[in-house]
């Protein structure tokens, strides 16, 4: 089993960054594909960004790309999103997770789940 610990959010204005960090305990976590999904109130959960257990193949929503990056360290069993040029719209609670499937997008194909980061943007 692997737990997931989510942090960074905060409060910041549009056109800012912020580094979100994901910690994840087990001793596993380098064979796992990674990913950041968000919620927005009302909405539900969505896509951000996925990395290989390597690092090396990523892919990101449309609404994200050009602007967050994913990156990930094995040694130290964390996994980043680094968010620029932040927009109101990417106001959400921001949650990290665990897959078996490498480049999926899909919310059922994530099988652990930290309790999320909240971030919102001012305009």
């Known amino acids: 089993q692997v737990q997931l610990v989510e942090s960074g959010g905060g409060l910041v204005q549009a056109g800012g960054s912020l580094r979100l960090s994901c910690a994840a305990s087990g001793r596993t976590f380098s064979r796992y594909a990674m990913g950041w999904f968000r919620q927005a109130p009302g909405k539900e959960r969505e896509f951000v960004a996925t990395?290989?257990?390597?690092?090396?193949?990523?892919d990101y929503a449309d609404s994200v790309k050009g602007r967050f990056t994913i990156s990930r360290d094995n040694a130290k069993n964390t996994v980043y999103l680094q968010m620029n040029s932040l927009k109101p719209e990417d106001t959400a609670v921001y949650y990290c997770a665990v897959t078996s499937w490498v480049g999926t997008t899909r919310v059922d194909e994530y099988n652990y789940w930290g309790q999320g980061t909240q971030v919102t943007v001012s305009s």
């Open positions: 990395i290989s257990w390597s690092g090396g193949s990523t």
